[in-house]
């Protein structure tokens, strides 16, 4: 266990946190942990969208040669709790204590972020405070949050322009946890501070933003101690931009929307100097919004259009535009 056992200021591993302008400096590999690289290769092993498939800290470990060799200096890895069933995305929860075995072991995870180090490639670990694995109403094999009370009643999101409903209802009947009570509000951000603490990550990505409170992030972002880059799935610039100064930075969702109209629909690269404009008056500091044209939760930019040239384009864009580049695993 991490910060349930020790005290904060006795975690192993000292982070001497990165500040937002040396991440501007780096280029982020994003992996599924679990879909990028086995400890050995073993064709044989069952794999498809629906159970594990393998991949491993190790795995990744053995891979930090060829992620160094494209040119990437920091990698944004899986959530790491112990997940219901066969959540190998790992957004779904269950034991916040306890390093996913199917990952690898705690002292897995501890070597890789040190060869990393040795390489002089940052791990950015994606993070979950909203909500926590299907469990529906029992909630007694959750860690730590095993009581109804720390939970919003149920209800699911079906109105995304009412702010209350977003904040207090279920995303994809997900249980939504109650940041608002002391003992949740607290034990997410001993948490994510342990974390980062323990295991040495210079970065974190914060899922599922908007379904919480504003002041809860500002707390958890300075409880973290690092870079956090949040995710709001929407191309409003005014919106996005307001939880920047919660948070770090975000995704950059607006930007990204119309990567995929330019670059993927062909339309008019004056939408891509707009959308900067609009960015720029809009952020606190738009430099370090973290860009990408592909992730985990979008279609991947040759499903929509397979021209690898436009693919390229778009990828040069990416790479020389103002931000924070990611590059989702399998592009290259």
């Not at 795995?59 to 160094?68: E, F, R, T, V």
């Not at 095993?146 to 109105?159: G, L, V």
């Amino acid at each position: 266990m991490l910060s349930k056992i020790l005290p904060l200021s006795f975690l192993g591993h000292a982070t001497l946190a990165a500040s937002p302008e040396e991440w501007k400096e780096r280029t982020i590999y994003q992996v599924i942990t679990d879909r990028f690289a086995r400890n050995e290769d073993d064709p044989s092993a069952p794999c498809d969208l629906h159970r594990y498939c393998g991949g491993t800290f190790k795995g990744i470990q053995s891979k930090l040669d060829y992620i160094s060799g494209m040119g990437f200096d920091a990698i944004w890895i899986s959530p790491i709790p112990v997940n219901h069933g066969e959540d190998y995305h790992g957004y779904g929860a269950l034991d916040w204590y306890t390093v996913n075995p199917h990952f690898g072991t705690k002292e897995d995870l501890k070597e890789l972020v040190a060869e990393a180090e040795k390489k002089n490639i940052w791990i950015m670990l994606d993070v979950v405070a909203n909500h926590v694995a299907y469990v529906d109403l029992d909630f007694s094999g959750v860690i730590p949050f095993n009581k109804d009370e720390y939970y919003h009643t149920k209800c699911q999101i079906n109105n995304w322009n009412d702010p209350n409903e977003v904040e207090y209802c279920r995303l994809a009947n997900l249980p939504d946890l109650n940041q608002d009570h002391p003992f949740v509000r607290q034990a997410l951000k001993d948490w994510v501070h342990g974390t980062v603490q323990e295991f040495g990550f210079q970065g974190i990505r914060v899922d599922t933003v908007p379904e919480v409170k504003r002041e809860f992030w500002s707390e958890y972002g300075q409880a973290a101690g690092v870079y956090q880059v949040g995710e709001i799935f929407n191309g409003d610039v005014n919106y996005v931009a307001s939880y920047q100064g919660p948070l770090t930075a975000t995704l950059n969702y607006p930007m990204y929307f119309n990567i995929k109209s330019v670059f993927n629909y062909m339309q008019s690269m004056y939408n891509l100097r707009t959308i900067r404009n609009q960015e720029k008056a809009a952020f606190k500091d738009h430099t370090v919004l973290g860009t990408f044209i592909d992730n985990h939760d979008n279609i991947r930019f040759l499903n929509v259009n397979g021209n690898i040239q436009l693919l390229k384009s778009a990828l040069t864009f990416l790479l020389f535009t103002e931000g924070i580049p990611i590059v989702y695993y399998g592009t290259e």
